[in-house]
């Protein structure tokens, strides 16, 4: 069975400065998919990043990149230039076919 | 217009009761989920369906049925509730599983407390 872990509930950073946020996943495929979700205090789930694991380029989205180690199995956010916005759990999933696993989440505090 | 479109956002009933609650997407995907996550935050899978068939069922009580009437509805029926199924549930959808690229979208949830 997949798992996904990540292993800090909680963090702060300051508005403007850069956060990275951890998650490791243990699976015997190979073929699979990675997403970032971040929900906010609406609870609204809303799709950050996407990373297939085929694809050995990092995938980045305006402020948000990853860091996709596949043979370490880890997959890392980076969040540059932190917005109060960026306030909200951070959800850290894995997917096969129409499976998908979310990790424990970590609680992402942006400071002004 | 939502994409994925959940009713009652909110429900408030009392133990023992049945209730519903009703899904809809409007992305013209293939496979719908239902997904529950507890007042820990923690969020799991509780059903996929793929063009109204069963594809994912995990360990969840015979209390709740889903019930798929076409591939753009994905409802969910709990019976006897009890205090533990207080939570909230999503429900999400996304293209044919077996297509590459496909990504899971959400509902905005379903906050069900039971008293």
């Known amino acids: 069975a997949q798992t996904v872990t990540q292993s800090q509930p909680e963090m702060s950073v300051q508005e403007a400065e850069t956060v990275t946020l951890s998650c490791t996943y243990d699976?015997?495929?190979?073929?699979?998919?990675l997403f970032w979700y971040k929900q906010p205090p609406s609870r609204q789930m809303i799709l950050v990043i996407r990373q297939e694991a085929y694809k050995q380029q990092n995938a980045t989205e305006n402020r948000f990149s990853v860091n996709f180690q596949k043979a370490a199995k880890s997959f890392s956010l980076k969040i540059s230039d932190s917005q109060l916005g960026d306030t909200a759990m951070y959800f850290c999933?894995?997917?096969?076919?129409?499976?998908?696993?979310f990790g424990a989440g970590t609680r992402l505090t942006v400071k002004p | 217009d939502t994409a994925v479109s959940q009713t009652p956002k909110y429900l408030v009933t009392q133990m023992g009761n049945d209730k519903s609650i009703k899904c809809e997407q409007n992305?013209?995907?293939?496979?719908m989920y239902w997904y529950k996550q507890d007042s820990k935050k923690f969020l799991k899978i509780m059903f996929s369906?793929?063009?109204?068939?069963?594809?994912i069922n995990e360990t969840v009580p015979n209390r709740f049925s889903p019930k798929s009437p076409d591939k753009a509805h994905l409802n969910l029926h709990i019976n006897s509730l009890e205090l533990g199924d207080s939570a909230v549930y999503f429900c999400?959808?996304?293209?044919?599983?077996?297509?590459?690229?496909?990504?899971?979208?959400f509902g905005e949830g379903s906050w069900l407390t039971v008293v």
């Open positions: 699976t015997s495929e190979s073929n699979y998919y």
């Open positions: 369906y793929n063009n109204k068939e069963l594809i």
């Open positions: 992305l013209g995907h293939d496979t």
């Open positions: 999933a894995f997917m096969i076919l129409a499976d998908m696993r």
């Open positions: 999400a959808s996304s293209q044919d599983p077996g297509l590459s690229g496909n990504t899971i979208y």
